[in-house]
């Protein structure tokens, strides 16, 4: 059985098209697992897991991570929940400030900002919800004034956004953030 | 005689292999001779033309570095759902590739701009106006970048005005100047290019990594961080006014 030929070229052309499509969406799905580097793996470059780290500067040929803002000063700190609940406290005297939290895939899991975390210092714990039942039987004194958040990623960090209004704070701005805290509960 | 039995008669030869056409019927249907050799060039062609084009045009579509599910309000656009678990796979894929961290919808909402408002793509050697309204936000600031987002290096040294330093007219809106030459007002330095640059090249040349030009608000602890609230949103009008 073989085809005419004018039925042999559409049946190939078809078949060049869908083998096209397919392969095109194989790679577009494939090519998260295989970056060689993802913005969690990137964050590690700047310091320890599980504190804040000062990301330097946002300047033209030296940016620390793509994509940031050069209007603000960055920390990060990377965690993984296996290790126990992260706490996150932080006193920033800037009129803005942020705060995201991602997952190891660099998807936003969390935030909040100075105005929507009701008041202007950051006081955040972030656990499992395992962990959660834990704390639960025998809460912290000020359980009640920490944001507790559940999530169920276990590896993540967090990028903390301080805008520095005149560049005069910028050495007020960089100790604050270095001194925002990010590790276990004590 | 010997040589002359070899020789074949002289009638109409006989071809066995050609016994099975049958002239009488409709082309359409009338049976083919196989040919291997070229079938397997056929498939081999196809599977190679097939996945050439697949992996071409999925390279194309990232390399573009514009997500799918964008907001459009004139020459501007975001991708709020971006680094967020709500992406399509384009987006994803983009960003991942890229390793950037996305403005989060509790920060604020990134919006970028790579034509001006009569949609010619931007020049870095031209200067804009850009003039009119943001959207609310406690704060905002305006970068001028690569194409790609890349930060260069400006005659004033910043590359980026906020909203606590610009002057506005009485009714709150704005009009900034973005140029390589200083400007009175206000003035969003472009970065300037990077030629005589030794050792990595000038990434600044036609599809280096720092070439064209990109304006981007990050409209900080706004309202509108969700798409829907996007509609019929304000965003400043960007005119050319003049090219090196």
């Known amino acids: 059985?073989?085809?005419?030929?004018?039925?042999?070229?559409?049946?190939?052309?078809?078949?060049?098209?869908?083998?096209?499509?397919?392969?095109?969406?194989?790679?577009?799905?494939?090519?998260?697992?295989?970056?060689?580097?993802?913005?969690?793996?990137?964050?590690?470059?700047?310091?320890?897991?599980?504190?804040?780290?000062?990301?330097?500067?946002?300047?033209?040929?030296a940016e620390p991570l793509p994509a940031l803002d050069p209007a603000m000063k960055h920390a990060a700190c990377r965690f993984t929940l296996d290790d126990g609940p992260v706490l996150f406290?932080?006193?920033?005297?800037?009129?803005?400030?942020?705060?995201?939290?991602?997952?190891?895939?660099?998807?936003?899991?969390?935030?909040?900002?100075?105005?929507?975390?009701?008041?202007?210092?950051?006081?955040?714990?972030?656990?499992?919800?395992?962990?959660?039942?834990?704390?639960?039987?025998?809460?912290?004194?000020?359980?009640?004034?920490?944001?507790?958040?559940?999530?169920?990623?276990?590896?993540?960090f967090a990028l903390l956004r301080a805008f520095v209004p005149h560049s005069h704070q910028s050495k007020e701005v960089d100790t604050a953030l270095s001194t925002a805290y990010c590790g276990s509960l004590s | 005689m010997n040589v002359a039995s070899k020789t074949p008669t002289a009638q109409v030869p006989v071809h066995s292999e050609a016994a099975w056409y049958e002239p009488d019927m409709p082309a359409i249907i009338a049976p083919r001779r196989p040919t291997p050799i070229r079938s397997l060039f056929a498939v081999l062609l196809i599977l190679f033309v097939?996945?050439?084009l697949g992996i071409a045009s999925a390279y194309l579509?990232?390399?573009?570095?514009?997500?799918?599910?964008?907001?459009?309000?004139?020459p501007w656009s975001a991708y709020p759902e971006a680094g967020t678990s709500e992406a399509d796979p384009y987006s994803v894929a983009i960003y991942t590739r890229s390793a950037r961290i996305p403005l989060a919808s509790g920060e604020g909402l990134a919006i970028?701009?790579?034509?001006?408002?009569?949609?010619?793509?931007?020049?870095?050697?031209?200067?804009?106006?850009?003039?009119?309204?943001?959207?609310?936000?406690?704060?905002?600031?305006?970068?001028?970048?690569g194409d790609h987002g890349r930060l260069l290096p400006t005659l004033a040294g910043r590359t980026?005005?906020?909203?606590?330093?610009?002057?506005?007219?009485?009714?709150?809106?704005?009009?900034?100047?973005?140029?390589?030459?200083?400007?009175?007002?206000?003035?969003?330095?472009?970065?300037?290019?990077?030629?005589?640059?030794?050792?990595?090249?000038?990434?600044t040349a036609p599809g280096g990594i720092g070439s064209g030009l990109m304006f981007t608000f990050r409209l900080y602890d706004a309202p509108i961080t969700t798409g829907s609230a996007l509609d019929g949103a304000v965003m400043p009008v960007i005119e050319r006014l003049s090219c090196l």
């Open chain 2, 61 to 74: 579509m990232i390399e573009r570095d514009r997500p799918f599910l964008s907001v459009t309000i004139g």
């Open chain 1, 1 to 61: 059985m073989s085809l005419s030929p004018r039925l042999a070229w559409l049946t190939g052309l078809v078949a060049t098209l869908s083998l096209a499509a397919v392969v095109h969406i194989l790679v577009v799905l494939t090519i998260p697992q295989n970056t060689s580097h993802s913005a969690y793996a990137d964050v590690a470059n700047f310091g320890p897991d599980r504190q804040f780290n000062l990301l330097p500067d946002v300047k033209p040929g």
């Open chain 2, 160 to 203: 980026f005005l906020t909203s606590r330093q610009i002057l506005r007219k009485e009714d709150g809106s704005f009009e900034i100047t973005a140029s390589r030459a200083p400007r009175s007002g206000n003035w969003l330095p472009i970065g300037l290019p990077l030629t005589g640059e030794t050792g990595a090249g000038d990434i």
């Open chain 1, 89 to 156: 406290t932080a006193s920033i005297p800037v009129p803005f400030w942020s705060i995201g939290l991602f997952n190891e895939a660099g998807e936003a899991v969390y935030s909040l900002n100075n105005r929507t975390s009701g008041s202007d210092i950051l006081s955040m714990l972030l656990l499992t919800p395992e962990q959660l039942s834990i704390i639960r039987e025998n809460p912290p004194e000020d359980l009640d004034e920490l944001i507790v958040l559940e999530i169920p990623a276990t590896n993540g």
């Open chain 2, 50 to 52: 097939g996945s050439l």
């Open chain 2, 112 to 145: 970028s701009a790579r034509t001006d408002s009569s949609g010619t793509t931007l020049d870095p050697a031209c200067d804009y106006r850009i003039s009119g309204q943001t959207p609310t936000a406690r704060l905002w600031t305006l970068t001028a970048a």
